[in-house]
């Protein structure tokens, strides 16, 4: 059976209300279309990472160190599933041209749907941690299966996104409704020769939404491979998405280097998914060992910061056999 929620009702609605008011700030801020500058999106992104930690804080007081281990470790799962999701979204939207006034705005919709998924998903997995500990083995295997796949791909150098055009749901919404040749700002409708038309932001944010769902598979059972409190695996996952649409404008040229990133978070999804399996079968037979939250942490900090440096000097090496 899963551990028991720390999180009270009332503690679940100050909590979703925060979020909510951080989002409304978030749209405030993309209202009027502008390119953001490199100063603008580190100040987001510097406030955006400390809150988490501020938060980890609090739990530490109010509830314990090993509740605010959980969320630590499975924030910085979840960031760094998300700033793979962050290249994606540089792919979508350089697929789409999307005008850099109108990309922050591109973004926050992405990020409101990823949090959409994200609570369905959250919900859906205690629902299944509450009907048996069989929960933990599927998502192992899930896990295990995502890790092969990114790590294929990785390897061959497989595009994450292919032709935009051909998802079935850019197709889908092609077939229902015309799409105008132009943007028109935010505007993601407009009516156009006597009918109603979409204009290009739609069809790039209906594409971010279905790439929203193939993370969501991912991120979910992995920090329930973490923690098993749903409370804390929500607010690991709207942690790591807030500041995304910030730390975009701040990683933009940097996560073209970061050329073994999928290689780590590869590593990093099979190892929570033997944690899963491993704990699935310790409630089978109490012989089969555990990984602790601690050694969680330390492996998948030492795995991001191998990666990092193998990224960068692999980088320098092609740059200087290019000159």
């Known amino acids: 059976m899963p551990a028991q929620s720390i999180a009270s009702p009332t503690l679940w609605l100050v909590s979703i209300v925060v979020l909510l008011a951080l989002l409304v700030v978030d749209f405030v801020v993309t209202r009027r279309p502008h390119e953001v500058s490199v100063k603008e999106a580190a100040g987001w992104s510097v406030f955006y990472l400390a809150l988490p930690f501020v938060f980890g804080l609090w739990l530490w007081t109010a509830f314990g160190g090993g509740q605010a281990l959980e969320f630590v470790t499975g924030f910085v799962v979840e960031k760094s599933l998300s700033v793979d999701n962050l290249f994606v979204f540089m792919l979508l939207l350089a697929a789409f041209a999307v005008p850099s006034a109108v990309q922050q705005r591109v973004l926050l919709y992405g990020i409101v749907g990823a949090l959409v998924l994200r609570g369905v998903f959250i919900a859906a997995g205690a629902a299944m941690l509450s009907a048996g ?24 150098g497989t595009e994450a996104v292919g032709d935009v055009s051909q998802m079935r749901s850019v197709r889908l919404l092609r077939k229902f409704m015309p799409v105008t040749d132009d943007y028109r700002g935010t505007k993601m409708f407009v009516r156009e020769h006597g009918r109603r038309a979409l204009t290009p932001l739609a069809v790039v944010v209906v594409a971010i939404f279905a790439t929203d769902v193939v993370f969501a598979i ?106």
């Open 133 to 156: 500990t069989w929960a933990f083995l599927v998502f192992g295997l899930v896990l295990l299966a995502s890790a092969v796949k990114i790590l294929h791909a990785a390897v061959t």
């Open 218 to 323: 991912d991120s979910v059972p992995a920090v329930y491979g973490i923690t098993e409190d749903p409370y804390l695996v929500f607010t690991t996952n709207a942690f790591a998405l807030l500041g995304l649409r910030a730390l975009y404008f701040v990683l933009h040229s940097a996560l073209a280097k970061l050329v073994h990133l999928n290689h780590g978070l590869a590593i990093i999804l099979a190892f929570i998914g033997v944690k899963l399996v491993l704990h699935w079968a310790h409630g089978v037979w109490a012989g089969v060992p555990e990984i602790p939250t601690p050694v969680s942490l330390g492996v998948i900090v030492v795995v991001l910061g191998v990666v990092t440096v193998t990224s960068l000097r692999s980088r320098r090496t092609a740059d200087a056999r290019s000159d």
